[in-house]
Each structure stands twice: as C-alpha cells, then as structure tokens.
C-alpha cells in the first residue's frame, strides 16, 4: 500500500486587527483557539466527531478538547508557545495521518500576548540567560541582531538591506482586512523609526498581537469530498539545533540546507518551482537567513535577492502575502500556514497571488521547519 | 562598570570555580577528562561526549569578537538607565561564545578582531569576564 497523502481541508482565525485595537482586558487565549478551531471546521464541511487527534500549541489540549467536544482522540498533544512549534506542529500531525493512525487532526492554537503584555525578552530557557543578563542582554531580538550585524560583516550587506523585507509586509498588510498593522509604511518612514536592538528597528520587529488560528487536516482521498480545493502537504520536514542561547552562529543554514534537501527529494519541487513563499519573520533578518538557507538565494546574497527581487505580487515569489508576523501580527507561524492555504485555494482577495499552485513555509530558528503545499 | 542590580547568579557548586575565577581575575571553565572538550556555561556533563568527569582549567584569555548589538531599549530593567549600550558576542580562542561587554576604542569594530578577557567588579565582593580590545 502506497503511503496516504495528506490534505489541510480547514484554515479558521481571529481577526486579529479588531483584536489589536482594543487591548482593554486580558483575553482567554485557549477561548481564541476554540473559536478558530469551530471556524474551520465549518470551513471543511466536518465535525467535532470527525477529528481523531488534537494538537495545540501555547494553550492546553484539555481546555480545547472539553470546549470543542473532542472525543476518543488517537492523538493529541499540546505544544508550547513558541513560535518554532507551528511547523514542528503541522508535521507532526501530517506524519501521524500519512501513518493510518489518525485520519483527522485538528490544530489550534491561541495567543493572549497583547492583551496579558506577554514578555518574550525572557520567554525561552536559555541555558546562558542569567549570565547574559549580567551584561544587559536578553530577547532573541537583540540575539536577532547580533546575527544579522555578524551577516552584514560577513557578505559586506548594507545595514538598512532589511527595509524591502520590512515595507513589503506592511503593503501586502494594508491589504489584509484582518491584519493588525494595516497602517503603511514608506521608506522615509521606516529610517526614521527608532533602533531596538540596533542595526534592527522597530518595524523589524514582529507585533505581539491576540488571536487564535486552526488547521484541519485529514487524508488526501478524504478532501476530494470536501468543500475547498484539496491543498495537500506534498512534503514536510524539521531540524532542532538548539544553542545555549538565541544565537546560531551558522545562521541556521545547514539546519534549513538539510531540510531542503529532504522536500527536493520527496516532492521534486525545485526553489523556482514555488508560487509564494510564507516566510516565519518573529524578526526581518530571519527572512534573509531562511531565503539562503532553502536555497531561494546563494548563500551571502539574500540581501541583495529581497532588493532585486520584487517581493509583492509582481514577483516571480511573492513573500508573506497576508504581511508576515511585522505587519499581520505574531501569530507565530500558523496564520502564515493559513495564509498559504487561503492562496491555493484562490481565497486571497485583494492580495490573491495569479495562479498560485505550490507555497512553501520556511521557519529559520532552533527548531527549523519547512513544508511544501500543492493544489491539487 | 556593571551597573548595580545586575547581579551575578548565585554561586553553586557547579558554577563556583568560575566565579571563583573571575574574583582571582582568571577565566576558568569546565575542560571535560573525558573528550578534551571546553564548555560554557558551566554543567555536570561534557554536551559533546555526556561524561560527568571534567577538571577546571584556566584559559588563555584570547578572544575574537563575534558580533554585536546597540541596545536602544535595555531588555533587562537594571540597565534602563544605561541605554543605548553595546552587547558583545565574543569567541574564546578554546571555542566557546560568551556574551560579554568590550572595553577600549569601540570606533571601529569588525568581525574577528582581537579581544583579551579582563575582569571588572560586579556588586559587592564579584567580579565579571569582560572583553578588552587588543590594540
């Protein structure tokens, strides 16, 4: 028996710019998660009593299995809430179904960070993080920015290379009628913003936003009676390195070199053959690195790629469509996954790219992930 | 200077030799028996070969700088008053990375460049690893 392929048959989201606007109490992020997950499984023609696994990630799989009404799961788990389990997530799932084990899996994650003013300077256990704070250091934005000041040193890039990553989200953001910054942004406008963790800005800077997001996904042979456009998971892969702190000094390139190679091999699919990139960007230098590292550019060049390269929609790949985690908001990867899917299935509105069959996912980070959907 | 309430953590038995160290204004890590391997930070096993067994060892001193970062906003509340200040990412000649501080001519700084380890006071009776440009 040949292995089952498989499908994402349901995207549901918050809207996360009425979301942002007002942070006036504290929401109930796995709430956010349920209603994410109703939404898609509405938007995939299924039921509670479909799903066989659950998946959440930075809210727990209890509270979501009760309000949901998820019952005999064969699979369930609860990720935490960094950003790197989105695709770690998703593989997951499509690797238990590609197994026979489940058939159905929902995936839902929520995110209260706006509204509980979350701070993720301190969020991730690194093994360094008492001694860096001696000197004042935290936050893997400014980990962020000591690797793309190392990246500028090494290839000769200039310190402002990132604004065409940066202006680009916020276009294709305004476009977004659910993204949290719609407000745009031009070029004056960015090299006036103030320095974080110089050489990095502000608009660099991914936007802590509310909000929920569900995947349904179940069996290729399935989704041919469902609603939408079977969008399948033609290949899906992950790599941890994992350093005592935020910093990789390869810049994650032989982790996402590796995971390339492995989608190269299961799909066919060459670099070129993609339609549109969702690209995880918790900050602009991670576009950079993940471009070189799933080899979309030569290693070294990816800054003068996103210069040369038009980003948007006349491009020949366009990027972060729904504006990425700087102009959506920081969903930490899953609206990219839902945005990828809403563009295959021709869904994009206003920032529809033209025949869109094949996006791929890219996550640069110390779990790196990739996956390659298809139309079919 | 270390500004105060950027204290060092507490000193345990693992990491005691270290700040023991740095207080004589030495760099001493962790060189595991095992596989020759140097760590940092300080841990009960060698991250390369997982033996328990290791030696403390002074090091040489010698660094190379890495990268660095200007911070404009302090992500650590005891440096609210010091911003913007530069974080530096620095290589040990024996191969591990320590975020640290530089000291000297900062004008003009590269990867690669020269740096020696230099111990400055941190709170009432520690001392921190810092790193001084070679000029």
């Known amino acids: ?376 | 200077m270390i500004p105060d309430g950027a204290l060092p953590p507490e000193v345990t038995a693992v990491n005691g030799p270290f700040w023991a160290g740095s207080a004589a204004g030495e760099l001493r890590l962790q060189r595991c028996s095992s596989c020759g391997t140097v760590r940092h930070p300080a841990a009960q096993r060698c991250p390369a070969c997982l033996s328990p067994d290791y030696r403390w060892e002074a090091m040489s001193g010698d660094a190379v700088l890495w990268s660095w970062t200007v911070l404009h906003r302090a992500p650590v509340p005891a440096y609210a008053g010091r911003v913007p200040y530069l974080v530096a990412y620095v290589r040990l000649r024996e191969g591990p990375y320590m975020i640290t501080h530089l000291r000297g001519d900062l004008t003009e700084l590269s990867v690669g460049m020269p740096l020696r380890i230099v111990f400055e006071p941190a709170g009432a009776d520690r001392a921190v690893p810092v790193a001084a440009v070679v000029q």
């Open chain 1, 1 to 376: 028996m040949s292995e089952r392929e498989v499908a994402v048959v349901g995207v549901g989201q918050s809207d996360f710019g009425a979301l942002f606007a007002d942070r006036s109490t504290q929401r109930d992020a796995a709430a956010l998660a349920v209603d994410a997950l109703a939404e898609a499984l509405q938007d995939a023609g299924l039921k509670a009593t479909d799903v066989d696994g659950l998946l959440t990630a930075r809210v727990g799989y209890e509270a979501v299995a009760n309000a949901a009404g998820l019952h005999g799961l064969r699979l369930v788990n609860g990720f935490d809430g960094s950003g790197r389990m989105s695709g770690l997530a998703v593989h997951q799932a499509a690797m238990a179904i590609r197994s026979g084990e489940v058939d159905t899996v929902a995936l839902a994650y929520g995110t209260n960070a706006r509204s509980a003013q979350v701070d993720f300077s301190a969020a991730y256990a690194d093994s360094t993080a008492q001694l860096d704070a001696i000197y004042g250091m935290a936050s893997p934005g400014a980990y962020t920015a000591m690797m793309f000041q190392h990246y500028c040193q090494l290839y000769g890039a200039d310190e402002d290379c990132l604004m065409p990553v940066a202006l680009n989200n916020r276009r294709h953001a305004a476009l977004n009628p659910r993204a949290a910054l719609r407000r745009p942004l031009d070029a004056q406008g960015y090299l006036d913003s103030p320095r974080l963790a110089a050489p990095l800005r502000l608009p660099d800077y991914c936007v802590v936003a509310d909000g929920g997001v569900a995947l349904v996904l179940t069996t290729l042979e399935r989704a041919a009676d469902l609603p939408h456009r079977p969008v399948s998971i033609a290949a899906s892969a992950v790599r941890a390195d994992v350093r005592p702190n935020y910093v990789n000094q390869d810049l994650y390139h032989s982790a996402c070199q590796d995971i390339a190679a492995r989608l190269r091999a299961r799909t066919g699919l060459a670099p070129e053959d993609v339609d549109c990139l969702q690209v995880y960007d918790n900050f602009t230098p991670i576009v950079l690195f993940a471009l070189e590292g799933f080899g979309h550019a030569d290693r070294g060049t990816a800054w003068q790629w996103v210069r040369d390269h038009q980003l948007g929609f006349d491009g020949s790949r366009p990027l972060n469509t729904s504006g990425g985690h700087t102009g959506e908001g920081y969903l930490q990867g899953w609206a990219l996954h839902v945005e990828a899917v809403r563009q295959i299935r021709g869904q994009g509105g206003e920032r529809q790219v033209p025949n869109c069959d094949v996006v791929q996912y890219m996550c640069a980070s110390p779990v790196s992930s990739s996956h390659v959907l298809v139309g079919r």
